[in-house]
């Protein structure tokens, strides 16, 4: 893709949606770091039902340690992978007690030694929750990077390098949440929805027309 074509395709997101946000809910840095984390490999709505339950109860890195991991798991039950994310949990509050005052810390280095934290986990952290202009590439930005041309990569890694590196600037800070949400919504895996996609212009996808195309009407069979 183009740069011209790049700018565009996000003025058009930005214009659709100028302050996108995360549809985890959260209050502060470490309820947001807690979801994301347990949002590995499980919906953000999933987390929520759970969240919502939890962080009236606990949401703080010493109230959840005292909740214990039992608690904690029975709390998350609903959640995939519950078991690991509840001992990760507790293990990474109690880092944060013991290394960092209790606070969630502002670095990509410090955040990824918290146990269940890699590279992607710290990057939505540092975006959603400081400001940072990161690249959290989940399945749907890589999808999406890749597909329309936008910044294609043979991995996670390597989208999230070309994206900081060909996202216009004035973009930045938001291109992430645009293109999960578009990925999430409109660009989906099987189906695209480029019918109805709002940057089928830019889009340098080469099955965009056929996936646009109306469905044919179905022949009805006459009775024999």
């Keep these: ?128 929750a400081f400001g940072e202009p990161t690249m959290a590439v989940d399945t749907h930005i890589f999808r999406v990077a890749n597909r329309t041309g936008l910044a294609p990569g043979k991995d996670p890694l390597a989208v999230e390098l070309k994206l900081l590196k060909v996202v216009p600037e004035e973009f930045r800070l938001h291109a992430h949440h645009w293109l999960i949400l578009h990925g999430r919504y409109t660009c989906l895996a099987r189906s695209p929805r480029c019918g109805q996609c709002p940057v089928y212009g830019p889009c340098g996808f080469k099955d965009k027309a056929k996936f646009a195309a109306p469905a044919a009407p179905k022949r009805s069979r006459l009775p024999k």
């Design 1 to 128: 893709m183009k740069p011209e074509a790049r700018a565009e395709f996000f003025r058009i997101l930005r214009d659709a949606n100028p302050e996108p946000k995360s549809e985890l809910d959260y209050a502060t840095p470490y309820e947001l770091l807690v979801a994301v984390v347990l949002s590995a490999q499980a919906t953000d709505k999933s987390v929520n039902l759970a969240t919502r339950k939890l962080y009236p109860v606990a949401n703080t890195p010493s109230a959840l340690v005292a909740l214990g991991e039992e608690a904690l798991r029975e709390a998350i039950k609903t959640i995939g992978l519950f078991r690991t994310k509840a001992k990760n949990v507790i293990a990474l509050s109690r880092m944060l007690l013991e290394e960092h005052g209790g606070e969630v810390p502002r670095t990509r280095e410090a955040l990824e030694k918290l146990p269940g934290v890699g590279r992607k986990t710290a990057n939505v952290v540092l975006n959603v």
